[in-house]
């Protein structure tokens, strides 16, 4: 079993729709959660940030963290066209010296 | 949020030439910095990581005499791929590690795109 696992599409969606990206784990000891977005050719960007349990909302853009079922989601309201991209969920523990272990990413298509 | 740079963003060179790509945080420190790998439509592979004032760490199966890291200051780290033929040809991503008090994530430059001829 790979330590994250993330469906990796392609997702596509119309439009305006709710889109759901998810992510799940196997090391209990992650603590730090992230969501970052990849255009193609480009680096990545970070979108959302989350410690420990619980939502967070930026805009369209909310991120969840169920630690008691080792599941992280990132939820889209409203999608646009310009939402199209691989979306890469990552994770690290308390230790500094631990590694941020990545998902392979999901591909987002967005259709107008 | 944090801004790393990366430069060159693209590259392209004659095999057997080596080639230096240069990750700086601009406005952070960073003690760890990053270095992956990205072949099209794949995930980040990590090649290794980086210490500032010391030796990197490099993941199992990439070359340390191939691909050399210095990170001589907390904000700079080098990559550099020596003697580079055309199955280096890649998309190389650095990315800075910024932890500070609740906070730990990593802010990823813009990536450089070498093609060896």
């Known amino acids: 079993q790979k330590e994250v696992e993330q469906d990796p599409g392609p997702l596509s969606v119309p439009e305006g729709a709710i889109v759901s990206l998810n992510c799940t784990y196997s090391?209990?000891?992650?603590?730090?959660f992230m969501w970052y977005r990849q255009y193609s050719r480009k680096g990545p960007e970070l979108l959302m940030y989350t410690y420990s349990s619980g939502n967070k909302e930026d805009g369209r853009f909310t991120a969840q963290v169920d630690k008691s079922s080792k599941y992280i989601s990132l939820f889209i309201r409203d999608s646009q066209p310009s939402d199209s991209a691989t979306y890469l969920c990552?994770?690290?523990?308390?230790?500094?010296?631990?590694?941020?272990?990545f998902g392979p990413g999901t591909r987002l298509s967005v259709l107008p | 949020g944090a801004v790393v740079s990366q430069h060159p963003s693209r590259v392209i060179c004659k095999s057997g030439t080596s080639v230096k790509i240069e990750c700086r945080s601009l406005?952070?420190?960073?003690?760890?910095m990053f270095w992956y790998r990205q072949f099209p439509k794949q995930s980040l592979m990590l090649m290794a990581t980086s210490n500032e004032g010391s030796k990197a760490t490099y993941e199992q199966g990439v070359e340390k005499d191939k691909f050399l890291i210095n990170h001589a200051s907390l904000t700079l780290s080098t990559l550099t791929v020596t003697s580079a033929h055309p199955e280096d040809s890649s998309f190389y991503i650095c990315?800075?590690?910024?932890?500070?008090?609740?906070?730990?994530?990593?802010?990823f430059g813009p990536g450089t795109r070498l093609t060896v001829l």
């Open positions: 990315s800075a590690r910024e932890p500070s008090g609740s906070t730990d994530t990593q802010y």
């Open positions: 990552a994770m690290t523990g308390y230790n500094y010296g631990q590694n941020f272990v």
């Open positions: 090391n209990s000891a992650f603590q730090y």
């Open positions: 406005d952070f420190q960073a003690t760890t």
